[in-house]
């Protein structure tokens, strides 16, 4: 369970959500992958995920692209 949960929890691992992302988009012929997060700790969880697998298949670094979180602008 994360840290500081939403109303309700999903048992689903963030992890794994962007290694699947990632294997989704290697599968489509996409070579140069990048990915849009916020500092949101799931949201950093999925980039695990996402740029471990897309070093396993490629050996290339994904790209990571930081935005503002939601709280910033408040």
Known sequence: ?????LDMVAGFS???????????????G????CYFCS???RYQQRWEGFSKKTLERTDIS?????ILSPKAHI
Do not use: H, I, S
């Open 1 to 5: 369970m994360p840290a500081k949960p």
């Open 14 to 28: 963030n992890v794994e959500a962007g290694a699947k992302a990632a294997d989704y988009l290697l599968n489509c």
């Open 30 to 33: 996409y070579k140069k992958l």
């Open 39 to 41: 500092d949101v700790e």
């Open 62 to 66: 994904p790209t990571f692209f930081p």
